[in-house]
């Protein structure tokens, strides 16, 4: 078996849980660590002794220049997704960039074009749709268990972002619908299945609590139609205290589906010393709990990384691309125009 040799930029949170995912995937090996200099918190030395990572480095360019490295994984912040990837295309490398592709539908074209023009590997690092309940699902949706899917429902929340920059929208290009929503668009189309378009949108954003910490809207509705006529309706807060919570209930003719992986899970625990770590962004570890073990299985982490390293060493388009990512960002996008102007808005406008 062919190991694939890993560049992994980025030391952060995304960062972490992809390296949870990779260490049960056989046949690869993360070879160097990049930090952004000014990342004080997160550094490169740290993550390399965390990780047990042979070399690290804050000089992009000396990651990228090495002809060694098989796969890049995109780990940074939003808003250096595009340049990141615009460099690696330039130097022939194959890549696999962390949600969302871009802030907009113009930067996530401009990567798709660069990805295209270099002929280079690209993966779309969309968790939800590798998360084992959501691929059960549509397993079933497939074998035609629900007969037409009609309507999706797909929520995703928790108390706010886990680091100040996410709340600056100028950097990351919006607040729970950026942050949120292409997780739950995505699953849609999973769903509905990618051939089903998003024709037209209707969504509604506000800032209701954190108005100390952004200018951003902190909760989010959005409604999509498709092309066959079904509905998504998704809901992304960052008002949702207890832990992350992610649901999809998937409707069609014959039948329902309801997926629920944060809040359902299979320990329950009352504790008044605390139990540690909970699940992500969990407010607390005392009273009654409800710890959620192997975050990266449950989450999708180690599927999307076992999928993206099987792929790279067999030539092969992922299934989830810089091509889903690119129509996740067009319909957010188109979100946000009918949050400004209060109306249906069709995907492209």
Excluded at 80 to 96: S, T
Excluded at 138 to 145: A, S
Aim: with cysteine; aromatic share 10%; glycine share 10%.
């Amino acid at each position: 078996m062919k190991i694939i040799r890993i560049g992994m930029l980025g030391s952060g949170f995304v960062a972490n849980f992809y390296m949870e995912g990779l260490k049960n995937v056989n046949g690869q090996e993360v070879v160097i660590n990049f930090s952004r200099p000014d990342d004080k918190i997160n550094t490169a030395e740290g993550f390399a002794e965390k990780w047990n990572i042979p070399e690290y480095t804050n000089n992009l360019l000396e990651v990228i220049e090495r002809d060694d490295i098989d796969l890049y994984f995109i780990a940074l912040p939003n808003e250096v997704h595009k340049e990141i990837a615009l460099k690696l295309a330039d130097y022939g490398r194959n890549q696999v960039c962390t949600k969302p592709l871009g802030r907009n539908e113009e930067e996530a074209k401009s990567m798709v074009d660069a990805v295209e023009k270099a002929g280079v590997f690209h993966g779309y690092a969309e968790t939800e749709v590798f998360a084992p309940a959501v691929v059960k699902a549509k397993g079933i949706i497939d074998m035609g268990g629900l007969g037409r899917v009609i309507w999706v429902r797909s929520r995703e929340g928790h108390g706010g972002p886990h680091a100040p920059h996410f709340w600056d929208a100028d950097l990351t290009g919006g607040g729970a619908l950026m942050d949120l929503g292409g997780h739950c668009v995505e699953a849609a189309r999973y769903f509905f299945g990618k051939d089903d378009h998003i024709t037209e949108v209707f969504a509604w954003g506000d800032l209701i609590v954190h108005k100390d910490k952004t200018k951003a809207e902190d909760n989010a509705i959005m409604i999509m139609r498709f092309a066959s006529g079904g509905v998504a309706h998704i809901e992304l807060t960052w008002c949702s205290r207890g832990g992350l919570d992610l649901r999809n209930e998937i409707h069609g003719t014959e039948g329902s589906i309801f997926t629920d992986v944060t809040r359902a899970t299979p320990i329950t625990t009352f504790t008044t010393k605390g139990t540690g770590y909970v699940i992500e962004k969990a407010d607390a570890d005392r009273g009654w709990v409800f710890p959620l073990p192997e975050e990266a299985f449950v989450y999708g982490y180690q599927a999307e990384c076992r999928h993206f390293v099987e792929c790279v060493r067999e030539g092969k388009l992922p299934r989830e691309n810089y091509y889903d990512g690119l129509e996740v960002a067009k319909a957010i996008d188109a979100g946000y125009k009918s949050m400004k102007e209060k109306r249906w808005v069709k995907v492209g406008e």
